[in-house]
């Protein structure tokens, strides 16, 4: 009866059992509570009538029993069984994977969500680039929530410059940036090709219109330590639409209060954080971070070789090392095409090894895949 009465009201037999474990834990912490105050209130007695050591040991018997209430409390849902309908209810509200609009081998890559992922390459190569063009691409899928890009290494402004410039994807001037930079300063396009003046502008409305004053695409400069910058993200997921996370980059993170020796030891504990926030909130966190100058060549990319982060392979999810082609390999001379090697090196839910060269316009910053040939007519 319950069932056919309390369904149209989104209630179900799942939801009251959960909501009763609640409220009987909710019972035992108020029990706990009063205990303990029962109990500092004797303590401040012992303390007043000189029997200092007494109140210290009651104070420190409580704790170990306030304690172990506490994990066994926590604990009884490891003897509960779970049951299909609860495997259901999960699943539906568990955050779908992300298209990142690239694809790999002719299949679409997917950001996993509730899981970190790494954007690796060596220094200069292009992380902030790449980690743009996903955030855009993202962002400009109406399926998708809003996208949060956080940069520790350019301000908020050049971040957006930047951003207009992929989106545009025109040959500006011989130097976009500087040129679209004049643009905002002066309010004149007299540095813009006179025949790419009238797209200029209708990307640029697009971009502020439809992307940024929506905020489907926001662009933050900050200098948090890594326990703020997490505090940052859990506040936006309680308070804000939130599709992915962009962390540029990795190696400027720093905690606040570091008690380890070891810098390596440092980021490890800062992406196992950063990992508990994205299985807590359910989102995807993107990370570009530096390889280390082990990297010479494309063969050298590896997940171990990332910049000070010793056993960071094992806590991402995805992790994706890229070559700028414009940069010679140890031995080797460069590439005289403008173009992005990418490889999966670890990948939890697609397996390692899927690789992908990529166009690259290093003028607007624009990544893309390469377009299919018509072999069809090559030969007619």
Not at 82 to 105: A, F, M, N, Y
Not at 229 to 248: C, E, M, P, S, T
Not at 294 to 304: E, K
Request: net charge neutral.
């Amino acid at each position: 009866a319950f069932q056919l009465m309390g369904e149209p009201l989104g209630i179900n037999e799942t939801s009251l059992h959960e909501a009763i474990d609640r409220l009987k834990y909710s019972q035992e912490k108020e029990k706990q509570g009063e205990e303990l105050r029962k109990t500092i209130d004797r303590a401040h007695s012992l303390v007043n009538s000189g029997r200092e050591e007494e109140a210290q040991e009651l104070l420190s018997k409580q704790s170990k029993q306030l304690n172990t209430g506490l994990l066994e409390n926590s604990y009884h849902a490891l003897v509960k069984p779970i049951t299909e309908g609860e495997v259901i209810e999960r699943l539906k509200i568990k955050p779908d994977q992300i298209d990142s609009g690239l694809k790999l081998k002719g299949e679409s890559l997917f950001i996993p969500s509730g899981a970190i992922t790494i954007l690796a390459a060596p220094t200069s190569h292009g992380k902030t680039a790449f980690q743009i063009n996903l955030a855009l691409n993202m962002a400009s899928d109406p399926k998708n929530k809003p996208i949060y890009f956080f940069s520790y290494e350019e301000n908020k402004e050049a971040i957006l410059v930047k951003a207009l410039n992929t989106h545009v994807n025109l040959e500006l001037s011989k130097n976009n940036r500087r040129s679209i930079e004049s643009f905002f300063k002066t309010e004149k396009d007299e540095f813009i090709l006179a025949n790419n003046k009238k797209d200029f502008y209708r990307g640029k409305m697009s971009f502020f219109n439809e992307l940024v004053n929506t905020g489907r695409f926001n662009a933050h400069y900050v200098d948090y330590t890594s326990e703020e910058l997490i505090g940052a993200i859990r506040y936006l997921h309680k308070n804000a639409q939130v599709g992915a996370v962009f962390i540029d980059y990795m190696q400027l993170l720093r905690l606040k209060d570091n008690r380890s020796n070891s810098r390596q030891e440092e980021l490890k504990q800062i992406c196992l954080d950063l990992k508990d926030c994205a299985v807590e909130t359910g989102l995807p966190i993107i990370l570009g971070a530096q390889f280390n100058r082990t990297v010479t060549t494309i063969a050298a990319m590896h997940s171990t070789a990332i910049g000070e982060a010793g056993d960071i392979e094992r806590i991402a999810n995805l992790i994706i090392g890229f070559w700028n082609k414009r940069f010679p390999e140890l031995g080797l001379s460069p590439s005289m095409s403008d173009e992005i090697y990418a490889t999966v090196l670890k990948g939890r839910d697609m397996g390692a090894g899927a690789s992908e060269t990529f166009d690259f316009k290093g003028n607007t910053g624009k990544i893309s895949n390469k377009a299919a040939v018509d072999t069809s007519k090559m030969f007619s």
